[in-house]
């Protein structure tokens, strides 16, 4: 099974979730379990959690001119606390985008081979997919593509103009939004799309899941961002119930005309309706006080 993780715009979160998805992953369901850190900006694991960068993504590709079989990508990838494990990119986009160009070329089927074997779940870290990313190529051949989003006015207004373009990558993505801004309600009725859930802001926890110290004043405060992991965690495996996929439609949903499952509404999102703008999302409410229950830190 190979995953998908993106954002479109700021920095969400995207390698945090890839790590907490590897470690909360149900433990009956492919124990073989990959964090792969395909940003052509570069990686962050190996810096946070004191790793060398070889092997890693640069040494894999290095290796696939020689032996493009999926087996090889697993030599190239080193075990982290807990079993899980980890192709780490190097920091810097120079090497990383040069490594990644060579997975996406000739060898653009090395990944998700190896994401094919039978208990193996790859969790692809493809970091912002700004236009012509060399991540494209892997992304595509996502069993699941997973777009990560704050839920602020700029934060929306970069995803409103890139789902119709990342819709044509994979029939099977979800909305996933985090932290605070505008109600759940709301994102999902001026976008047209029903997310997949909402993760909390939860420093502590990020913070210990990539290696940091979690801050002072969030240590005795529990987010919840592992509740909420493991439930995405538990529904992304289990694809024939999983809300993004579209055999498991709710009675009452639709399908856009760029693919994107849509719930009913009073206006139907596939009839010419244009990308909503921040502006579209700053009428009738206020992020900074919803209407609806949203996380908390």
Sequence with gaps: MLIALCSVHGSPGVTTLAVALAAHWPDTNRPRRLIAEID??????????????????????????????????????????????????????????????????????????????????????????????????????????????????????????????????????????????????????????????????????????TGHRPPLTHRRRAGGLARHVAALARSLATPASAAVAPAATAAGQQHTADGIIAQPSHTDPSRGRRPPSAGNLSRGSNPSSPTEPEPRP
Excluded: F, M
């Design 40 to 209: 052509p900006a570069g990686g962050d694991l190996a810096i946070r959690l004191h790793l060398p960068t070889t092997p890693g993504l640069a040494s894999l590709a290095a290796a696939a001119r020689r032996q493009p079989r999926p087996h090889v990508v697993w030599d190239h990838t080193q075990e982290l606390p807990g079993g899980a494990r980890v192709l780490v990119a190097p920091p810097g986009s120079g090497h990383a985008r040069a490594a990644l160009q060579i997975l996406a070329g000739a060898a653009h089927q090395l990944l998700p081979a190896a994401a094919r074997e039978p208990e193996a779940v790859v969790l692809a870290d493809c970091g912002r997919v700004d236009p012509g990313t060399p991540a494209e190529a892997i992304a595509r051949q996502a069993d699941t593509l997973v777009l990560l989003t704050g839920a602020r006015d700029e934060d929306l207004a970069h995803t409103a103009a890139r789902l119709s373009e990342l819709a044509r990558w994979t029939p099977r993505r979800g909305l996933l939004l985090a932290g605070d801004g505008y109600p759940t309600a709301e994102v999902e009725r001026e976008l047209g799309v029903p997310t997949i859930g909402r993760l909390p802001h939860d420093p502590a926890a990020a913070a210990t899941l």
